[in-house]
C-alpha cells in the first residue's frame, strides 16, 4: 500500500520559512516523480513543483519561482519542499504527490498524478 506522509506545516510570519517534508513508502521511490501541490480555502488545488524521478528535471509554479526549491533523497524515500520569503497568499494545506509520468500526461494536472497524501497546513501571517 503506498503512503505518502507529508509533515514541516505550521504557523510563520511572513518573510520566514518552513521545509516541508513528505516521506514515501510502499512504491519504487526512484521510479516517481515527486511533486507539492497546494489548495487554499475556496480556491482549486494547484500545482506548486515537481522534481523528475532522477532529479535532474524540476518545475515549479510562476507564483513560487525563486522563492521555493523541491528536492529529493532517494536513500530516505523523501521529497522536500523548501519555501523561503513566504506571503500570506502562500498559506494553503499542501499536498505531496508521486507520478510515473509517460506520453500524455503533465505534470501539473491534479489528475495526472498517481497518489496524494492527506496534506499538511501552510499559515502565513502578515
Known amino acids: 500500500q503506498v503512503q505518502l506522509v507529508e509533515s514541516g506545516g505550521g504557523l510563520v510570519q511572513a518573510g520566514g520559512s518552513l521545509r516541508l517534508s513528505c516521506a514515501a513508502s510502499g512504491l519504487t521511490f526512484s521510479s516517481y516523480a515527486m511533486g507539492w501541490f497546494r489548495q487554499a480555502p475556496g480556491k482549486d488545488r494547484e500545482f506548486v513543483a515537481i522534481i523528475n524521478w532522477t532529479g535532474g528535471s524540476v518545475y515549479y509554479a510562476d507564483s513560487v519561482k525563486a522563492r521555493f526549491t523541491i528536492s529529493r533523497d532517494d536513500a530516505k524515500n523523501t521529497v522536500y519542499l523548501q519555501m523561503n520569503s513566504l506571503k500570506p497568499e502562500d498559506t494553503a494545506v499542501y499536498y505531496c504527490?508521486?507520478?510515473?509520468?509517460?506520453?500524455?500526461?503533465?505534470?501539473?494536472?491534479?489528475?495526472?498524478?498517481?497518489?496524494w497524501g492527506k496534506g499538511t497546513l501552510v499559515t502565513v501571517s502578515s
Open positions: 504527490t508521486a507520478q510515473r509520468l509517460y506520453s500524455g500526461r503533465t505534470y501539473y494536472s491534479p489528475t495526472d498524478m498517481d497518489y
